[in-house]
């Protein structure tokens, strides 16, 4: 037998104790880890929400409520910008693509965009990926509406319903509906965990005929409709539109271009980086960030002296098993090392036992997350923080194990061998 | 010959205050290969002294020459180093660990000093205190009786130059007492070792060498607690 299977004996003997530490430690572990991730994924997800595009440009506004009314679908746009400009600034030589926006209009709470088929071309979310339409496919008549995963879901259309587009409004019902021009579900997308699963894409040309007998923003008065078989195409071409997200050829271009578009003498333009605005907007919740960290910190800590007292009534019980060891030749040092070599093996067992139930978790909760909140778990499954809170587990754990050691050594001089109690 | 000489030996639980002493001996010696008796009242100091013999506490002052060592001179870990490979002990009770072996407990010393283990010793011990059949049983299951033969076993194993015993016997019944003690008194002339006995159950002293009231020698034991 050696001191690690001395070591090793003494855990299992102490079975019960050892498995309640061990639990509170998972326990705190697990959760530290789980709203790390969380809170790892909620970043991602909001500061990822566009990816791959380098300038949203509308009329002027505020930068931040120019991308909160683009990516968003949060608050409403002032002002447009005339397609004119629009098709100016797109064919630049330095613009790969663009993708434009025209917003106003809304069904049951959820907005309408009016776009073209380069949004599902180029639009991209989250590293990189792409819209994907699951039923049906993207819009090519007019009167065709492809709806984001949770506008299907919760409202339960499918490919071929009618629906209806209301005016001017994305909250609730408005008075004002387009009931003569009804629009027909051609494709529903996949969802994304973005405001996209919450919105229902048009073409910018549906957005114009559902307006085109309207005159300064009011419906046309009874007996001026124009009929659907009246409208013809070229009566569509769109007079402006919300706003529109760039690529550029080089990433060099993009200031270049910000400063340009924004310099523009016809019009008073703002152009923004998104990932820029994002994380600013990201920053200034940090407040929220560090409560929940400071949270979980303190949960932790919670964890260790846990372990630390139940040290402590272990080493109570072992004053009498440390005396034999005493009168048999160990000494001091020697006992410390295997008590603290008892706490590494629980320390580590636990951060092992820990992370996998942390993986597990997310294993089966992902799915639920996703489908339910709209959060997708974020990869990597463990990040440097991560690393950093387990090896700080193991490393703080010792640490705070060292006191009931010395406690126990300078009474065990004191007590000798005969425990006085 | 001496195996140990105490001179001048003062100990107090708090550091040198001379009216807290629990131990003041002038000259105390054991004799190799006899067998003691040290008794006296509870409060006397008898476990004090066992355990500065053993080296887990230290005195104050005063010399102790051990097998020809210095033995006040050497430190802590010295002495732990020592005791391991030249004292066996055995307390009143609970001396084993026990979630180990009776085999495990036996070979226990030799993970904390550098001899080596002798295998028909070993076998002799099992043999002599009659643990063969417990051989790979737990302490936890054991009776009182066997646990004090495995303690006997554990403090022999490394063949000590001195036994320090605690009132080993008082955890058992009359008749398992003389036959402990004679197992002990046998193992005990077989390696040559002195054997310190403290009890104060005087209904066995005679079985000894020689007996010791401890408070014929420790001065310190006039302290008012030792009257009650």
Same mark, same amino acid.
């Given at each position: 037998m050696t001191m690690i299977q001395l070591a090793l004996k003494s855990l299992r003997h102490r079975m019960f104790a050892t498995t309640a530490t061990l639990f509170s430690i998972v326990l705190s572990l697990v959760l530290l880890l789980s709203i790390e991730r969380i809170r790892r994924s909620v970043e991602e997800n909001f500061t990822q929400t566009v990816s791959g595009v380098d300038l949203i440009v509308g009329a002027r506004t505020g930068s931040l409520q120019l991308v909160l009314y683009s990516v968003f679908n949060i608050g409403q746009a002032t002002n447009n910008m005339s397609y004119d400009n629009y098709n100016k600034i797109k064919n630049r030589p330095e613009v790969e693509w663009t993708i434009p926006y025209s917003l106003g209009d809304g069904h049951k709470g959820y907005r309408v965009v009016a776009t073209n088929n380069d949004f599902f071309k180029y639009y991209q979310f989250r590293n990189h990926q792409n819209i994907e339409i699951i039923e049906g496919q993207t819009f =090519?008549?007019?009167?065709d509406v492809v709806l984001g995963a949770e506008v299907a879901r919760v409202l339960k259309y499918a490919v071929g319903d009618k629906i209806v587009l209301v005016h001017g409004s994305t909250t609730g019902d408005s008075f004002q509906s387009h009931d003569d021009k009804p629009f027909k579900v051609v494709g529903i997308m996949k969802p994304t965990g973005t405001a996209i699963d919450r919105s229902m894409y048009v073409s910018l040309e549906g957005m114009e005929a559902i307006h085109i007998d309207w005159k300064s923003g009011a419906a046309p008065e009874k007996g001026r409709e124009i009929k659907i078989d009246d409208i013809k195409s070229e009566m569509l071409v769109p007079q402006s539109i919300t706003s529109f997200f760039v690529k550029t050829k080089s990433k060099i271009q993009i200031l270049k271009l910000q400063r340009e578009i924004t310099e523009d003498d016809t019009e008073a333009l703002l152009a923004v980086i998104p990932g820029v605005v994002l994380s600013e907007l990201w920053q200034s919740l940090s407040q929220i960030e560090f409560v929940l960290k400071l949270i979980s910190v303190l949960v932790l800590i919670v964890g260790l002296i846990g372990m630390m007292i139940s040290l402590v009534s272990s080493m109570n019980e072992r004053r009498r098993e440390i005396a034999i060891l005493r009168s048999i030749g160990a000494t001091q040092s020697t006992v410390s090392k295997i008590v603290l070599f008892e706490v590494m093996v629980l320390l580590l067992a636990s951060v092992m036992v820990g992370s996998s139930f942390k993986l597990i978790l997310e294993l089966i909760l992902g799915p639920w997350l996703q489908k339910k909140w709209g959060l997708f778990l974020s =990869?990597?499954?463990? =990040?440097t923080i991560d690393i950093l809170v387990l090896s700080g587990t193991v490393i703080f754990g010792l640490i705070f194990s060292i006191g009931p050691i010395l406690i126990f050594r300078k009474r065990s001089l004191k007590d000798g061998l005969s425990v006085k109690l | 010959m001496n195996v140990i000489s105490i001179r001048d030996l003062k100990f107090g639980y708090d550091q040198g205050h001379q009216n807290q002493l629990v131990l003041n001996i002038s000259e105390l010696d054991f004799a190799k290969g006899e067998s003691v008796f040290l008794f006296g009242s509870s409060g006397s100091g008898k476990t004090t002294l066992l355990e500065i013999l053993a080296g887990v506490l230290k005195e104050n002052s005063g010399t102790i020459q051990y097998l020809k060592n210095d033995f006040h001179l050497l430190n802590q870990i010295q002495r732990d180093q020592f005791r391991s490979e030249n004292i066996g002990y055995i307390f009143q009770q609970f001396n084993l660990i026990p979630y180990l072996t009776v085999k495990e407990n036996i070979q226990l010393p030799f993970l904390f000093n550098q001899k080596k283990i002798d295998e028909t010793f070993y076998l002799t011990l099992l043999q002599e205190l009659g643990l063969k059949k417990i051989e790979n049983q737990l302490a936890q299951n054991l009776s009182v009786g066997q646990q004090q033969r495995v303690a006997a076993a554990r403090a022999m194993i490394i063949k000590p130059q001195v036994i320090l015993a605690d009132e080993p016997t008082s955890a058992l019944d009359y008749d398992h007492r003389e036959k402990f003690l004679n197992l002990i008194f046998d193992l005990v002339r077989q390696i040559q070792a002195t054997l310190i006995f403290v009890s104060?159950?005087?209904?066995?002293?005679?079985?000894?060498n020689r007996q010791i009231e401890l408070s014929q020698f420790n001065k310190a034991s006039l302290a008012p607690e030792s009257f009650l």
């Open positions: =090519s008549g007019f009167f =990869s990597p499954m463990f =990040s | 104060h159950d005087r209904s066995i002293m005679h079985l000894f």
